[in-house]
């Protein structure tokens, strides 16, 4: 993930390194760096999960199609997670507000909330490949416990993201 952020800084204009020369300015530069790579990784995060949740509701249309109306609201379950997931994302308290303002967060302390949210976007592939077992199980025995299996990885990964601002949280403690 420190990728993106030596991307996004390393794509600045002359000017702004320059003004970044500026004492007291270059921490100003740095957080709007921080703040770009921050917004480009959570929207790529719930574009990603939005792909997901269109499959689930083609699964539903197909369930309903099929007459299988049982299993619609528990994939229904499964989309919802998913939206409080992507409007979690949307929302994260790390870049479009002031509270890392306050702190002065290290890149080590960086580093560990980027991994935390690699590890968020890992999951995708995970969920994405519970869909698939979903839309293979479909008119089969293990309908049931595929959707199952996907509903839980779904509130898992809200859990999951709860989870970020305690690590936020914990490398601020830890200053």
Known sequence: MSDLYDQVSGDQDPL???????????????RETRRSADKILRDYMADQYTQIRIRIGSLQQDLTNNGDLEYVDDLETASIKLMTFINKVGGASYGNSGFFD???VNEEELAKIYEYDLSLLDRADEI?????NVETSIGEEGLPAAIRHLVTLTREL??????RTQVIIDQVANE
Not at 16 to 30: A, D, N, Q, R
Not at 128 to 132: F, L, Q, S
Not at 158 to 163: C, D, N, T
């Open 128 to 132: 994405a490949r519970a869909v698939d």
């Open 158 to 163: 809200v859990s999951a993201f709860e989870g």
């Open 16 to 30: 702004t390194k320059l003004v970044g020369k500026i004492p007291g300015f270059s921490g100003y530069i740095e």
């Open 102 to 104: 306050a702190i002065k």
